[in-house]
Nanobody
Framework: QVQLVESGGGLVQAGVSLRLSCAASGRTFSSDAMGWFRQAPGKEREFVAA????????YYAGSVEGRFTVSRDNAKNTVYLQMNSLKLEDTAVYYC????????????????WGQGTQVTVSS
């Protein structure tokens, strides 16, 4: 089992930055990569970004590439999502998840999920 705990969400104004964290514990060696997904009210969950634990290779959704940066700290078993120039449409619950497949933006490829952290962007 892998336990994932997200943090760092909040209410922010459009244009500012926010960094999310995802702390992993348990059998973290069973996953090769971590991903971030988000789900806005009334919408389906969508892939945001992924990163491989060993190489640090990254993979982004086109909608966030250039604004969001995913990174990891292997010593802390923590993955980050730096979100810059936030827009109203970035409002969503953000989830981190663990997978053995990289790159993948498909939710069913991810075996473990956190509870999510709310990000609300206001005008």
């Amino acid at each position: 089992q892998v336990q994932l705990v997200e943090s760092g969400g909040g209410l922010v104004q459009a244009g500012v930055s926010l960094r999310l964290s995802c702390a992993a514990s348990g059998r973290t060696f069973s996953s090769d990569a971590m991903g971030w997904f988000r789900q806005a009210p009334g919408k389906e969950r969508e892939f945001v970004a992924a990163i491989r634990w060993n190489s640090g290779s990254t993979y982004y959704a086109g909608s966030v590439e250039g604004r969001f940066t995913v990174s990891r700290d292997n010593a802390k078993n923590t993955v980050y999502l730096q979100m810059n120039s936030l827009k109203l449409e970035d409002t969503a619950v953000y989830y981190c998840a663990a997978t053995r497949k990289f790159p993948s933006g498909w939710g069913p490829d991810y075996n473990y999920w956190g509870q999510g952290t709310q990000v609300t962007v206001s005008s």
